[in-house]
């Protein structure tokens, strides 16, 4: 445990509390301190303080804190089902890291529990707002609608990305099979890609001006799109690092053979997926068909395989999927998102990545 004074500041997951009425003040409006969420349970007499006294009448504070509205309300429910044995003071454990008791008074202060606090300090806010993200379209027939809905809003999504996140970079590749390249050296419209940029016109001017792809046979070139996305992004040092891909077949098996553009394919997957893992890039996937090579994938990447499949919905998934992993303001507005959200499918994405924030 640690004690402050009740006007003293107090440090939770990086955010910085001027003293006991700061958090319940928090606590009580619902709203966030720079990403931090706070939950409050007060009772009044007859609670009683750590020397199990009470001489008056007033209110003793239990405080949960969390990093999003859905963990907090989690964590509530656990504080209010812990029984009360003798005061509430004693439900100041171990069990819902960070917590806090103030015993309603100015001569008491506010004790915390510690350990999970000074762990997470460890992750600056900086470094959690610090995103490459790429974004990986497959641009063949039957994946069309899905890039076809961010051109659409592209114009609108790039700026809501960026507003909420100011040390985004952002990086899009489209792509087909091997049947869609200009010549056995040169891809053209069969990989094309911007690499990570915070130049919110050029990004616009790129979606807007790539081109679809046929694909040729079921199968598609991902072993071959994961490989260079992972070897030729310039990640940037302590940075989160992700991919977002949207697709819904299969990568080539090893030995594949298409005319002289591929001959005895010796890309496998798996191999790109380990390499991903060890440069700690994640990669998402969306479930459009039942193909088990994706949930793999992202789980192989410690990634999110999310439950999507409507194409007109994509511009929306893009921005879940940034905002959660980005800046504490951005992260904020995810919560925002979420917790306004009604369309079902939609609602499974936020729920998709607010569990991976809750797992941390």
Not at 26 to 36: E, N, T
Not at 191 to 196: F, I, R, S
């Amino acid at each position: 445990m640690e004690k402050f004074d009740y006007k003293g500041k107090i440090q939770i997951y990086g955010a910085m509390f001027d003293g006991v009425n700061d958090i319940i003040l928090h606590a009580l409006k619902g709203i966030s301190k720079d990403g931090v969420y706070v939950g409050e349970e007060s009772q009044r007499y007859p609670c009683f303080d750590s020397e199990d006294y009470a001489s008056e009448s007033r209110y003793y504070w239990n405080f949960v804190f969390a990093k999003s509205k859905t963990e907090l309300k989690d964590r509530m429910q656990k504080l209010k089902a812990m029984p009360v044995i003798g005061s509430n003071f004693k439900k100041l454990n171990n069990e819902l890291h960070p917590m806090g008791y103030w015993g309603g008074d100015t001569n008491y202060p506010v004790e915390m529990t510690t350990e999970e606090t000074k762990a997470f300090e460890k992750v600056t806010f900086k470094e959690i707002g610090k995103l490459d993200m790429v974004i990986a379209f497959d641009t063949t027939g039957s994946m069309a609608a899905y890039i076809e809905a961010v051109r659409s809003e592209v114009a609108d999504l790039v700026p809501r990305l960026f507003k909420e996140n100011d040390d985004l970079r952002l990086g899009i590749v489209a792509f087909g099979d091997y049947c869609d390249m200009k010549s056995t050296h040169e891809f053209g419209d069969a990989y094309q890609c911007m690499t990570l940029t915070n130049n919110e016109n050029d990004l616009i001017k790129f979606i807007r001006e790539t081109k679809n792809t046929s694909g040729g046979d079921g199968d598609e070139f991902y072993e071959l799109v994961i490989k260079k996305i992972v070897e030729e992004t310039p990640w940037r040092e302590n940075s989160t690092r992700a991919i977002l891909l949207i697709s819904d077949a299969d990568p080539h098996p090893l030995g594949y053979t298409y005319e002289n553009y591929v001959v005895g394919n010796q890309i496998d997957w798996r191999k790109e997926a380990e390499k991903a893992a060890r440069k700690k890039i994640k990669i998402d996937t969306v479930t459009i068909t039942n193909a088990a090579w994706y949930k793999e994938l992202s789980a192989m990447t410690n990634g999110i395989s999310v439950p999507f499949e409507t194409g007109n919905k994509t511009a929306r998934l893009v921005e879940a999927a940034t905002m959660a992993r980005g800046s504490v303001m951005s992260r904020a507005k995810f919560d925002e998102l979420a917790d306004n959200c009604e369309d079902e499918e939609m609602r499974q994405v936020f729920c998709s990545y607010s569990k991976e924030r809750n797992d941390i």
